[in-house]
């Protein structure tokens, strides 16, 4: 009995496999819709490369590694920064390099950390706009985190976010 079900149960499988792929599939493989021809691939960003680390920014790097802890068990760090990159709360120090390009620099070392941003508000008003952000360890800077913000359209753009920065 189970046999002769099993044999049901795989004809019926496959036939509705082989309706599914001659209804569906043939209009899937050939749409009708031809894409406009006014229709074009977004513009390719930019090489994402980091600003060359300034003579202030080492300096800043130093004293906070000197005022701090260089080792840590493990901690979790945060730190709001507003679009103008002043700090709005949280550890660290910011700075500024250019549209949406930032560095928070912190009193230890977090070059085997785990960074997590988010575009977000200082405030408890509103929602944030939207946008996109990329964190990475700074290059040349031990102590030290690359933020990038964008705006959906994939330009540089200010825009305020939290980051967390996990050491183990």
């Keep these: ?33 031809k894409a406009p021809a006014e229709a074009v691939q ?10 060359p680390v300034t003579a202030e920014s080492a300096r800043k790097a130093k004293a906070a590694l000197k005022s701090g802890a260089t080792t840590l ?3 979790t760090t945060i730190v ?15 700075i500024k390099y250019g549209v949406g390009q930032y560095e928070v620099q912190f009193a230890n070392t977090v070059t085997n ?13 509103c929602i944030p706009p ?14 030290g985190v690359f933020v990038q913000t ?5 330009t540089p753009a200010d825009l305020g976010f939290h980051l967390v920065v996990h050491t183990s």
């Design 113 to 125: 950390a785990v960074f997590v941003a988010t575009i977000g508000r200082a405030d408890a008003c």
């Design 80 to 94: 709001v920064v507003n679009a103008n990159g002043t700090r709005a709360r949280g550890t660290g120090t910011v």
């Design 130 to 143: 939207a946008g996109e952000i990329s964190v990475a360890a700074r290059l040349g800077t031990p102590n």
């Design 150 to 154: 964008r705006n959906s359209a994939g």
């Design 42 to 51: 977004p513009a390719a960003r930019s090489t994402n490369a980091q600003p």
């Design 1 to 33: 009995m189970s046999t002769s079900f099993r044999r049901k149960a795989a004809a019926v499988t496959f036939a509705v496999l082989g309706l599914s792929l001659a209804g569906g599939g043939i209009a899937v493989a050939q749409p009708t819709a």
């Design 73 to 75: 068990a493990a901690s």
